[in-house]
C-alpha cells in the first residue's frame, strides 16, 4: 500500500530558529516529491516539486531535499518567521497512466516569539 | 486574482439534505480534483476531472456525485448528506493530470462542511 508518512506531527520554535521536517513514503512506483505549505483556513500552497533525479530545491528559506535510495525527504526551514506557522504537507506522485497523488498528514508548525 | 474559487465557504446540512459545492478555476486547467481533507488524515481524492468531459472516480466516491460542467467549472454534489461526510472539502486543478512531473496543483480555499 502506498504511504506517506511525516515527521514530527507537530514543532514549535522560536522566531528565527531554523528546523527540519521529514518525510518517509513507500510509493511505488515513484514519480516526484512534492511540498505544500497549509495556512490555517486555507488550501495548500506548492513550495517544491522534486523528481527522482533532483535531491535538493530551493523556494526562498525553504529547501527540500531528497534521497529516492532510502525514499526519504526533508523540508528545511531557514530563520524561521511567524508567517512560517502553518502545516507542511509532504505529497508523492505515483507514475504510470493511472497515476495518483499521496498526501500524507503533515506537520503542524507553530513559530512563536 | 487568478485561481480556484470554491463555494460556499461554510454549510451546515441536516442528515438527509442535498447540496452541490461549486469549484472554477480561471487558469485554462485541463484537469479538476475534489479531495476532503479529515483530521489525522491526508487529503483523499473524491472525484477527479482529468479533461472537459470526462469524469472519474477517486478513492471515496462514494455518497457523491460530480458535474465537470464546462472546462473551468466542476461541482460536487451530495445527494443524501450523512454525519460521516463532515469534512473540509478542497478543489484543486493542474494543467496535467495527476502529479505529471512539472505541473503543480493549486488548491481553492475550501469549504468547511458540518452534516448534523
Known amino acids: 500500500k502506498n504511504q506517506v508518512e511525516q515527521s514530527p506531527q507537530s514543532l514549535i520554535i522560536l522566531e528565527g530558529k531554523n528546523c527540519t521536517l521529514q518525510c518517509n513514503y513507500t510509493v511505488s512506483p515513484f514519480s516526484n516529491l512534492r511540498w505544500y505549505k497549509q495556512d490555517t483556513g486555507r488550501g495548500p500552497v506548492s513550495l517544491t516539486i522534486?523528481?527522482?533525479?533532483?535531491n535538493t530545491k530551493s523556494n526562498g528559506r525553504y529547501t527540500a531535499t531528497l534521497d529516492a535510495d532510502t525514499k526519504q525527504s526533508s523540508l528545511h526551514i531557514t530563520a524561521s518567521q511567524l508567517s512560517d506557522s502553518a502545516s507542511y504537507i509532504c505529497v508523492v506522485s505515483v507514475a504510470g497512466t493511472a497515476s495518483k497523488l499521496t498526501f500524507g498528514t503533515g506537520t503542524r508548525l507553530q513559530v512563536t516569539l | 486574482n487568478a485561481g480556484v474559487t470554491q463555494t460556499p465557504k461554510f454549510q451546515v446540512l441536516k442528515t438527509g439534505q442535498s447540496m452541490t459545492l461549486q469549484c472554477a478555476q480561471d487558469?485554462?486547467?485541463?484537469?479538476m480534483y475534489w479531495y476532503r481533507q479529515d483530521p489525522g488524515m491526508g487529503l483523499r481524492l473524491i472525484y477527479y476531472?482529468?479533461?472537459?468531459?470526462?469524469?472519474d472516480k477517486g478513492e471515496v466516491p462514494n455518497g457523491y456525485n460530480v458535474s465537470r460542467l464546462n472546462k473551468r467549472e466542476f461541482s460536487l454534489r451530495l445527494e443524501s448528506a450523512a454525519p460521516s461526510q463532515t469534512s473540509v472539502y478542497f478543489c484543486?486543478?493542474?494543467?496535467?493530470?495527476?502529479?505529471?512531473?512539472?505541473?503543480?496543483?493549486?488548491f481553492g480555499s475550501g469549504t468547511r462542511l458540518t452534516v448534523v
Open positions: 476531472s482529468a479533461s472537459e468531459g470526462t469524469t
Open positions: 522534486m523528481t527522482f533525479s533532483e
Open positions: 487558469m485554462n486547467h485541463n484537469s
Open positions: 484543486a486543478s493542474s494543467e496535467a493530470s495527476f502529479g505529471a512531473v512539472g505541473y503543480g496543483y493549486t
